[in-house]
């Protein structure tokens, strides 16, 4: 998307009222407040920050290999003056907090301002922690816009107060700001000539002794930002007619606490730490109690009860999730012993789950039907698309924690095997932009420490399951324009995987991955298959002539549905009783034709040949009774 | 509802899966909603619905919207691009609500493996649960036409009676849309726009004869 609209050459809207996403209205405002350069991972819900920004002019973005690199790179800039940006989801900050919590010390000059989106309510995410902690840890001001509108603000206001506190800022968002669209008033870039890099050792070299100096001013510094605090417009109270309860609020649980309680007073805290202790003191001593609602730890509610003020909330609250209407108005009205209002009278009525799947044609489909035919093994998996590998049909991942866990997670299981499993076979499974991102240390410590796994790189040229972005692996940059392009094969050879042990097999040769795999795994030492046909959503992907089923010929086996191809439907069912005796479920199918894309995945589990291009003429009928015959006798 | 919106806050909820257009359906509606001079806010429960799992679309419009989410019993309209999605979110509606609906079905892997059984009847348990509900086969007006990704159209052409705001401003949030494009493309949209009108009409009525 964001390369189309660099191609078309499209205009910046000028200054107006525009429907935006939380995402897109960060964006913009970076833009807007002169930002220069731009880097990030992407991650959902963080990743059309970037995608926005890369097809702005006047400034440089990039998808960095990993967080921390995108922070050190945005750092960089920012040492040398430039307005910089730096965008990530909440486990990034994971991956890039070693870099944040020196460069609190040093401070920047350029303003700094790194957005971290939290998944609150998990929506695609592995855990759900409050990245607010990090401005407690690193002792950076956090802000918490509520919407798209104070998304756009409050980016513009953070590089405010990161030039003038010369301190990287954190805006905090969560999924609920990142892709929920509102109406964005918006304005005109400021062009911010830089000063460029100013050599000062006892600044920006971080050894003891000049570490040591600046600790002291960073102390300071947090002092200065809760006085900003205590003045800051981003803090603000609105009274209200009930004061029974009085509310402290901030991000888009704001908007919750308003829409639930119109005639309440509300504390809402726009730059939540270092927190404003006199205000929110003033602001308790007009109301009967007072409720923190926050998304989604204990940090404001904690802080205020460390001060000796009396607050309530997640004692009544969830420490998990959205706290969204339906979940306050309950909660408050068993804290004021009303009766509870009414519930909504519909249940919900039950219908199957519907869980992601992999895309009609996904080169990961052929990789998972052939590892569910492994067995004995245990399965070290990623984050990626080819997580959902752990589901039906195929059953075959079977651990994932975190961004390139994959390589030693497979070699601690490797060492840490019991007795029973001596013959275990311990694969890892991992795409080529995790990979890169935090996967290749993993492989050198599985070959230095002679680990015995066998590899799986899913090299589909892309990061899929965030919708495609390129990546170091795909050859071409944020803008879609051609780039360096790293050699898989040659980089694992170069961390000391033999040549021998290094293959390169295309994804839909079932056979030949089958054998590669079921060789490899015998061997005790690392070796590492890479897959490398691309994803099926991005341009590199040629569809082929679909295929469809001769319903005369389909014995109703159900083979190809264990390829679990979205396209593969079933007709009928029927049961059978063999001339043994046992009976067998069948399951006839279709194929979607228009959805089938060609990859052929589905013919090599079909005996009966049923499966044909979609322009094959029926086969006389006759022809076809006689050799669908065989396999139906029984 | 014409009236009350002007003081109310509007809940449409649009309902599918991933693939189907319903988040690119409910943008439309919040260009037109935006036209009209409301406050708007859209937001998406997707997960990871790129990849053929449960989309739902909120849209919220008035005077000033502050949650963007619709509370469960709230929503005034719920608009199902497939038969099963609508039955999942049947309780997002308020009692009096309406289930605008294509009876298409869309059949996940989960199904096809037999894990798990597709409801029967869709419709009939709505109705049953004394929703009101217009369904019609959205998903073979858009293949009629051509093109199976007409489908969010028919389903905009659909609800475009039922807002309040009139049914040509919708239509014209479209075409504006595909106003780049070639000329047919623009005449498919606005085809598919008026088929989709057409059966939510006669859905209408076929049911209200059947009361």
Redesign the interface.
Same mark, same amino acid.
């Given at each position: 998307m964001s390369a189309e609209a660099v191609m078309s050459g499209r205009p910046v809207a000028p200054a107006s009222r525009l429907?935006m996403s939380g995402n897109e209205a960060v964006a913009r405002a970076v833009w807007e407040a002169g930002g220069r350069v731009a880097a990030a991972y992407p991650g959902t819900p963080s990743t059309e920050m970037l995608e926005a920004l890369s097809a702005y002019p006047d400034i440089y973005s990039e998808w960095s290999v990993n967080e921390k690199v995108s922070l050190e790179v945005a750092f960089g800039a920012a040492m040398a003056g430039a307005r910089s940006f730096c965008a990530m989801k909440h486990v990034g900050m994971n991956v890039a907090s070693d870099a944040l919590m020196t460069m609190t010390l040093t401070g920047v000059v350029g303003g700094l301002v790194i957005a971290i989106a939290d998944d609150v !309510?998990l @929506?695609?995410s592995q855990n759900e922690q409050d990245s607010r902690f990090w401005g407690r840890f690193a002792h950076v001001p956090l802000l918490e816009p509520a #919407?798209s509108q104070e998304a756009y603000r409050f980016t513009l206001a953070a590089f405010d107060l990161s030039e003038r506190f010369e301190v990287p800022v954190i805006v905090r968002m969560t999924t609920?700001i990142c892709? $929920?669209? /509102?109406?964005v008033s918006t304005g005109e870039r400021s062009a911010r000539p830089t000063a460029g890099f100013a050599k000062d050792a006892s600044r920006w070299v971080m050894v003891p002794s000049a570490a040591g100096r600046r600790l002291p001013l960073m102390f300071e510094r947090e002092r200065r930002l809760r006085a900003e605090a205590e003045v800051s417009p981003l803090n603000f109270a609105e009274s209200g007619g009930d004061r029974r309860i009085g509310f402290v609020t901030s991000g %888009?649980a704001y908007?919750?606490v +308003?829409? @639930?309680f119109p005639d309440a007073p509300v504390f809402k805290l726009g730059l939540s730490h270092p927190l404003p202790f006199d205000r929110l003191r003033s602001f308790a001593a007009e109301c009967g109690q007072l409720v923190v609602v926050e998304e989604v730890e204990p940090l404001i509610e904690n802080e205020l009860k460390a001060q000796g003020m009396k607050v309530i909330g997640k004692d009544i609250l969830p420490l998990s999730g959205?706290l @969204?209407? *339906?979940v306050l108005k309950p909660a408050i009205a068993r804290l004021l012993g009303d009766a509870a209002p009414e &519930? @909504? +009278?519909? *249940?919900?009525? %039950? $219908?199957? %789950?519907? &869980?992601?799947? =992999?895309?009609v044609a996904c080169p990961h489909l052929g990789v998972y039907y052939t590892l569910s035919q492994l067995r004995n093994v245990t399965i070290s998996g990623d984050i990626g698309?080819y997580t959902?590998g752990f589901g *039906? &049909?195929w059953n075959a991942l079977d651990a994932c924690i975190s961004m390139g866990a994959s390589m030693g997670m497979a070699l601690g299981l490797d060492k840490g095997r019991s007795e029973s499993e001596k013959d275990r076979k311990v694969l890892a499974v991992i795409g080529d932009s995790t990979f890169l991102h935090m996967g290749m240390q993993g492989l050198l410590d599985i070959v230095y420490n002679r680990g015995n796994v066998t590899v799986l790189l899913l090299d589909n040229r892309a990061v899929g =399951?965030t /919708?495609g972005q390129d990546n170091p692996g795909s050859g071409r940059d944020i803008h879609g324009n051609d780039a360096p392009r790293v050699d898989f094969a040659q980089l694992v050879r170069a961390l000391g995987v033999r040549e021998e042990r290094v293959h390169v097999v295309n994804a839909y040769e079932l056979p030949v991955l089958l054998k590669t795999l079921r060789e490899e795994t015998k061997i005790p030492e690392p070796s590492v298959i890479i897959t490398n046909q691309p994803c099926v959503?991005i341009k590199d992907y040629h569809p082929l002539k679909p295929y469809k089923v001769l319903d005369e010929r389909c014995t109703g086996c159900g083979n190809c549905?264990d390829v !679990?191809?979205?396209a593969?439907? $079933?007709t009928r069912?029927d049961r059978v009783r063999k001339a043994s005796g046992r009976e067998v #479920?069948l399951?006839f199918?279709r194929i979607e034709s228009?959805a089938c894309t060609g990859c052929g995945l589905c013919l090599k589990p079909c005996a009966p040949d049923a499966i044909v291009h979609v322009d094959t003429l029926a086969m006389p009928i006759k022809v076809v009774r006689k050799e669908a015959a065989a396999p139906t006798s029984a | 509802m014409a009236q009350e919106a002007a003081f109310t806050t509007t809940n449409i909820l649009v309902v599918g899966t991933g693939g189907q257009g319903v988040m690119t359906a409910t943008e439309i509606l919040a260009e037109a909603a935006i036209a009209l001079g409301h406050d708007v806010k859209k937001t998406e429960v997707a997960g990871m619905a790129q990849r053929g799992g449960v989309v739902s679309s909120h849209l919220r419009f008035g005077q000033r919207v502050l949650s963007p989410q619709i509370t469960p019993g709230t929503a005034d309209v719920l608009l199902g691009f497939e038969a099963a999605e609508a039955m999942r979110w049947r309780h997002m509606l308020r009692p009096q609500g309406l289930v605008l609906m294509n009876s298409g079905r869309l059949v996940p892997p989960v199904v096809e493996l037999g894990l798990y059984d597709y409801p029967a009847d869709p419709v009939g348990a709505m109705r049953a649960a004394g929703t009101h509900v217009v369904s019609f086969d959205g998903s073979a007006i858009a293949l009629g036409l051509g093109d199976v990704r007409l489908g969010n159209t028919v389903m905009l052409g659909a609800i475009s009676d039922h807002l309040p705001f009139p049914a040509e401003v919708l239509e014209q949030c479209i075409l504006k849309r595909f106003a780049h494009k070639k000329p047919e493309i623009v005449e498919l949209n606005r085809r598919a726009f008026a088929a989709g009108r057409a059966a939510a009409e006669e859905a209408e009525r076929v049911s209200a004869a059947a009361d």
């Open positions: 429907l !309510g @929506s695609s #919407d609920r892709h $929920v669209k /509102g109406l %888009p908007m919750h +308003r829409e @639930s959205e @969204s209407p *339906q &519930p @909504s +009278r519909a *249940q919900p009525m %039950p $219908v199957f %789950p519907r &869980p992601p799947t =992999m895309c698309c959902l *039906q &049909p =399951m /919708g959503l549905i !679990g191809c979205p593969i439907h $079933v069912r #479920d399951a199918v228009a | -």
